[in-house]
């Protein structure tokens, strides 16, 4: 996809090269084949590189950060709202289906890389599961994968609720069941 050497051009770039990872092709097998888990901290990118793990915007907003190192401006971060259902995600059926909801709309981090979207949240991942449920795109910046894309998932949901029987805060204990279920 990328082809880019990676130069030491930063703290992040630096690390890499001590890792033995020498180009964004590299570097992007790295960090897609590293487990999936919640970060210490949620809005800090480079700790999947400490604590080698991570999750899709963790795991997004680093390659993003690491684009930016290196001055590679077709490297975009994307905060994707989908549709989240037994289809796409087939380990939270069985949520879905407890309170009857075909779907419940989910923030998820993806890349966008020249017109080409890339999932690197797992070896497994795939734009392509999603790319028939995504509801909106939104471009981002690393630094806004905390607050704003929390505050932004919620205000997402309150705006869907009009149309479902739940309050925020059940929707909300919904959502963390089905995340739950993916772990």
């Given at each position: 996809?990328?082809?880019?050497?990676?130069?030491?051009?930063?703290?992040?770039?630096?690390r890499l090269l001590e890792m033995g990872?020498?180009?964004?092709?590299?570097?992007?097998?790295?960090?897609?084949?590293?487990?999936?888990?919640?970060?210490?901290?949620?809005?800090?990118?480079?700790?999947?590189?400490?604590?080698?793990?991570?999750?899709?915007?963790?795991?997004?907003?680093?390659?993003?950060?690491?684009?930016?190192?290196?001055?590679?401006?077709?490297?975009?971060?994307?905060?994707?709202?989908?549709?989240?259902?037994?289809?796409?995600?087939?380990?939270?059926?069985?949520?879905?289906?407890?309170?009857?909801?075909?779907?419940?709309?989910?923030?998820?981090?993806?890349?966008?890389?020249k017109n080409q979207y890339l999932d690197?949240?797992?070896?497994?991942?795939?734009?392509?599961?999603?790319?028939?449920?995504?509801?909106?795109?939104?471009?981002?910046?690393?630094?806004?994968?905390?607050?704003?894309?929390?505050?932004?998932?919620?205000?997402?949901?309150?705006?869907?609720?009009?149309?479902?029987?739940?309050?925020?805060?059940?929707?909300?204990?919904?959502?963390?069941?089905?995340?739950?279920?993916?772990?």
């Amino acid at each position: 996809m990328l082809k880019n050497k990676l130069l030491n051009k930063g703290i992040l770039s630096k690390r890499l090269l001590e890792m033995g990872v020498f180009s964004f092709d590299q570097l992007i097998a790295l960090i897609q084949n590293l487990p999936y888990g919640r970060n210490a901290d949620r809005a800090n990118p480079d700790l999947v590189l400490k604590e080698l793990k991570g999750a899709c915007s963790t795991k997004h907003a680093l390659i993003k950060k690491i684009a930016l190192e290196q001055e590679i401006n077709e490297v975009k971060l994307i905060l994707c709202m989908f549709k989240m259902n037994a289809k796409n995600t087939s380990k939270i059926a069985k949520v879905l289906y407890k309170y009857n909801l075909e779907y419940i709309p989910e923030a998820h981090c993806v890349l966008q890389i020249k017109n080409q979207y890339l999932d690197i949240t797992t070896s497994k991942s795939s734009y392509n599961k999603i790319k028939e449920d995504v509801i909106e795109l939104v471009e981002i910046q690393p630094e806004q994968i905390g607050v704003f894309k929390v505050e932004y998932h919620q205000q997402f949901l309150k705006t869907w609720l009009n149309n479902n029987n739940y309050s925020f805060e059940e929707l909300w204990k919904i959502r963390e069941e089905c995340i739950e279920a993916l772990s």
